[in-house]
Nanobody, 117 residues
Framework: QVQLVESGGGLVQSGGSLKVSCVVS????????MSWYRQASGQERELVAQ????????KYVESVKGRFTISRDDDKNTAYLQMNKLKPEDTAVYYC??????????WGQGTQVTVSS
């Protein structure tokens, strides 16, 4: 059973930084495209960043380019999202997801990130 557990969310002032983590258990992280999504209150879930399986190729939504960095540590079976220059509009629950062809998408439980102005 593949499980994802996020951590590292919290409250930060505008302009600050946070790093959220996603530990994968039950499988090998490099087999999966790892994604970070976020969902603000009353909004739809939004894809924020991806790092593709077996590669270091990344993809970001326009609103976080230059501020957020997604990475993966295969030895620790962990994905990260480094968030810099945070803005109040980045406030949301952040979810990690693991996907690959032929498998269901696995989701973590989410971690709250709140940016105060």
């Amino acid at each position: 059973q593949v499980q994802l557990v996020e951590s590292g969310g919290g409250l930060v002032q505008s302009g600050g930084s946070l790093k959220v983590s996603c530990v994968v258990s039950g499988s090998t992280i490099r087999w999966y495209t790892m994604s970070w999504y976020r969902q603000a209150s009353g909004q739809e879930r939004e894809l924020v960043a991806q790092i593709f399986s077996y590669s270091t190729i990344t993809k970001y939504v326009e609103s976080v380019k230059g501020r957020f960095t997604i990475s993966r540590d295969d030895d620790k079976n962990t994905a990260y999202l480094q968030m810099n220059k945070l803005k109040p509009e980045d406030t949301a629950v952040y979810y990690c997801a693991a996907s690959r062809p032929g498998d269901p998408t696995y989701w973590g439980q989410g971690t709250q990130v709140t940016v105060s102005s």
